[in-house]
């Protein structure tokens, strides 16, 4: 209790009494805090653009910087600003976010901006402004916000609300970058369907595969992506044709079943090894499909660095460093167990690939060799 100078009247201490029991005092008092600052008549705020843009995913500012009227309020909040910001815009209610910086995040407690003399804003596009109200609702018992002033008169609330004003929707911004990037002629990607036939080594049939495969070809020399697609060159279908008298959806095919007999082999080969002889070889799928009207294969991309362990004539190839002649002596050991596995009658060559990821073998018999020679694109 303040120590009083001289001596208070019944009269006086009854009316002082009074007064603080009916909140006049306190009232009072508020343009006092006011003035020593702990309440801003004014917040300077500087308006972000709605969604993060440019190589930095910088937030930009859409104007000048603006005071937003605050005398209105008893608290320096997170809500109390989002209020009055939304009120001085014309915004949907619920839509302003505070950011920490012109890079984001968006800040949910006072303590992540406190100190700050500007305060960046955006206003959440329809999709976000929906889920921030949603939370909001949800999360108001255990965060309750503090009361702001606007609508009291004399400290009685009208008994009849204010009709609503129309808020303005703002566009979705878009930078300047983006916008003259569009006035350029953009292609929609060429997208092919493809539908799969595998081969069943144990059947000894063809199957087709429930799926499609929907992608996007690039006609260039393949460096990335997920699927790899190759057809025969114009002079290969020629050979195709002329020397081994047979069509190219025949060869293709036949490309598809050497490549599902290497790759029982190899699995085969990985489950009989030893726990301590490590890492194994591993051949990847091999899909026939139709593409442009022309017999194709489909395969998984390997990345990595290529390279040839074994020969398509069988001639082992040497490393060269002593750290790969590990992969090269494994190598010639899977080709050892086809041979041997087989009962000598086939071997599988042309060993190659991106580490153990193996891809484009051949096998030879003792009586046919199924050569794979012929060139791709």
Not at 283 to 295: A, L, M, R
Request: net charge negative.
């Amino acid at each position: 209790m303040k120590r009083r100078k001289g001596k208070e009247s019944w009269e006086e201490f009854e009316r002082r009494v009074g007064l603080k029991r009916s909140g006049e005092e306190d009232r009072n008092r508020a343009p006092e805090k006011r003035a020593l600052g702990k309440i801003p008549n004014d917040i300077l705020v500087q308006r972000m653009s709605t969604t993060p843009s440019g190589r930095l995913k910088k937030y930009e500012p859409l104007d000048t910087r603006d005071f937003v009227p605050f005398s209105d309020y008893e608290e320096l909040s997170i809500e109390n600003i989002k209020d009055a910001c939304e009120q001085f815009y014309s915004a949907p209610a619920g839509s302003c976010d505070i950011l920490a910086s012109d890079r984001g995040p968006s800040c949910t407690k006072m303590e992540q901006i406190k100190g700050k003399k500007v305060y960046f804003i955006r206003f959440l596009p329809p999709a976000e402004h929906d889920r921030s109200q949603q939370s909001r609702v949800q999360g108001s018992n255990s965060a309750p916000i503090s009361p702001s002033k606007i609508g009291e008169i004399d400290g009685h609330h009208p008994e009849t609300p204010s009709p609503k004003l129309a808020r303005t929707v703002y566009p979705k911004s878009v930078s300047i970058g983006d916008l003259l990037r569009a006035g350029k002629l953009v292609r929609p990607p060429q997208l092919t369907t493809l539908s799969l036939e595998m081969f069943d080594v144990e059947k000894c049939e063809w199957i087709k595969t429930p799926l499609t495969l929907s992608v996007e070809i690039e006609e260039t020399k393949f460096d990335s992506g997920e699927w790899v697609i190759k057809k025969y060159r114009d002079e290969a279908i020629t050979t195709i044709q002329e020397q081994l008298q047979i069509t190219v959806e025949d060869h293709t095919r036949k490309q598809v079943q050497m490549h599902a007999v290497a790759r029982n082999l190899t699995a085969r080969f990985s489950a009989k090894v030893p726990e301590e002889f490590g890492e194994t070889f591993q051949y990847g799928k091999v899909f026939y499909s139709h593409w442009n009207e022309c017999p194709v294969t489909v395969e998984e991309y390997v990345p990595g660095v290529f390279s040839k362990y074994i020969n398509n004539d069988g001639d082992i190839i040497e490393p060269d460093d002593i750290e790969s002649d590990e992969i090269f002596q494994k190598a010639q050991c899977l080709v050892h167990f086809t041979y041997m596995y087989s009962v000598k009658r086939l071997m599988v060559l042309d060993i190659q690939g991106s580490g153990y990821k193996l891809y484009d073998p051949e096998i030879v018999t003792t009586d046919l060799m199924a050569t794979n020679n012929t060139s791709h694109e």
